[in-house]
């Protein structure tokens, strides 16, 4: 995964830098985030993002671009605890929340994404991509007690897939 990256990122400098069509973009964004497990104890939380990108318009095709960069992410979850209960025979997707306290997730990452936009139409354009996200922090926070157990067993680098419309307002600016 990680010279696929690479490789993708150096061609896309290299046609940027061959063709001089290359801008330099900004990104700042946020969102609901929302986890599902076998229990219903996740409820929805946030996440935020900002960052930088370089773009280049692939002149064959109008309205098409290809982009890289890095962008830093944050997002917290809260959810309940299950309660511990020895010997309950219970079944396993019915088993009980304890919903006297809620726990808050929360990640930091390192994001190095890379997107192909289309601009279907004049008001509206589709956007896909992959994303290489390295976990900078991540730990489960107990209100509490402040404490924040980080004994948990996180994958460092995760690929994530995105596909989603964008809006643009302007040259320079569009809403993702």
């Given at each position: 995964m990680k010279y696929l990256i690479n490789i993708v990122t150096l061609l896309v400098f290299g046609l940027a830098t061959a063709s001089?069509?290359?801008?330099?973009?900004?990104s700042v964004g946020g969102g609901g985030l929302f986890m599902d497990g076998f229990?219903?104890?996740?409820?929805?939380g946030y996440q935020v993002h900002a960052g930088g990108e370089i773009s280049y318009k692939i002149k064959w095709v109008e309205g098409?671009?290809?982009?890289?960069?890095?962008?830093?992410?944050?997002?917290?979850?809260?959810?309940?605890?299950?309660?511990?209960?020895?010997?309950?025979?219970?079944?396993?997707?019915?088993?009980?929340?304890?919903?006297?306290?809620?726990?808050?997730?929360?990640?930091?990452t390192l994001d190095a994404p890379l997107r192909i936009r289309y601009k279907a139409f004049?008001?509206?354009?589709?956007?896909?991509?992959l994303r290489a996200s390295y976990l900078l922090d991540g730990y489960v926070l107990i209100p509490s007690t402040g404490?924040?157990?980080?004994?948990?067993?996180?994958?460092?680098?995760?690929?994530?897939?995105?596909?989603?419309?964008?809006?643009?307002?302007?040259?320079?600016f569009s809403v993702a």
């Open positions: 001089g069509q290359i801008s330099v973009n900004t229990f219903d104890n996740y409820l929805s098409l671009s290809i982009g890289t960069g890095l962008e830093i992410r944050y997002g917290q979850i809260n959810f309940y605890d299950l309660l511990r209960e020895s010997g309950s025979g219970q079944n396993f997707h019915d088993h009980p929340v304890d919903k006297s306290e809620k726990y808050r997730h929360r990640l930091l004049g008001f509206m354009g589709v956007i896909a991509g404490i924040k157990n980080r004994n948990l067993t996180y994958e460092k680098f995760v690929s994530v897939g995105e596909l989603g419309l964008f809006f643009p307002i302007g040259d320079r």
